[in-house]
């Protein structure tokens, strides 16, 4: 089965709310973690990562939230914008016969004004 | 120079034709990739290359035959496919073929089998 895995498979916010996407993991192997956003059309495009020693990594109005116990992860986006309506992955890198990487199902962001 | 260039764009292909699909990246990474993406669902990986030599294949069937000519080209030559194997494919390329390793992926090609 998927290792990796999303809680909702669309989301709909208004301009200038915050965003929460959040993404499962089942492999306790996992130690690195990507959040790709992917627009109509265009390739995955590199968002954020975290490492598995690290609990929360803040970029630029993005905020990725590692809790191991649980084993989950979320991205969190500040004030969106209508530019972040796009579709959203994790994905980790294990040692699945080398270090490739395992996409969750995405979750779908559509910001409304 | 950050950026995965994939060609063509677009390709239409018959179930008896034979193309190839380009990748290049000028980033100096030795790892390189193949995906193949459906419509709303995530990338899969077919191939990875690590430091020019086939490290994975995903158990794909033959008649996809990736190649690695050197470490800024990633071809991937098609043959008798079928309806099915319509997608996006995208080219990744990271610094090595290890743990923790961001990828950078180019804008992939849109197929289309007849």
């Known amino acids: 089965g998927e290792s990796v895995g999303l809680h909702l498979p669309t989301l709909s916010v208004q301009e200038g709310d915050n965003s929460i996407i959040n993404c499962a993991y089942s492999n306790s192997a996992s130690d690195y973690f990507i959040w790709y956003k992917q627009e109509s059309g265009k390739g995955p495009q590199f968002i954020i990562d975290?490492?598995?020693?690290?609990d929360k990594r803040q970029g630029q109005r993005v905020t990725v939230l590692l809790n191991k116990t649980v084993k989950h992860l979320s991205l969190q986006i500040a004030a969106t914008q209508p530019g972040d309506s796009a579709v959203y992955f994790c994905?980790?890198?294990?040692?699945?016969?080398?270090?490739?990487?395992?996409f969750g199902k995405g979750t779908s962001l559509l910001v409304t004004p | 120079d950050t950026e995965v260039t994939q060609t063509p764009k677009h390709l239409v292909m018959g179930m008896t034709n034979k193309k190839s699909l380009k990748c290049e990246q000028h980033m100096g990474h030795r790892a390189m990739y193949w995906y193949k993406q459906k419509a709303k669902k995530p990338p899969e990986l077919m191939f990875v290359y690590s430091y020019e030599k086939l490290s994975i294949n995903e158990s794909v069937p033959s008649r996809f035959s990736p190649e690695c000519p050197n470490s800024s080209l990633l071809n991937l030559h098609l043959h008798a496919l079928q309806p099915e194997d319509s997608a996006l494919y995208l080219c990744a390329s990271s610094q090595a073929h290890r743990r923790a390793n961001e990828q950078f992926f180019g804008p992939g090609t849109r197929l289309t089998v007849l």
């Open positions: 975290i490492r598995s020693n690290m």
């Open positions: 994905a980790e890198n294990t040692p699945r016969g080398g270090y490739a990487l395992n």
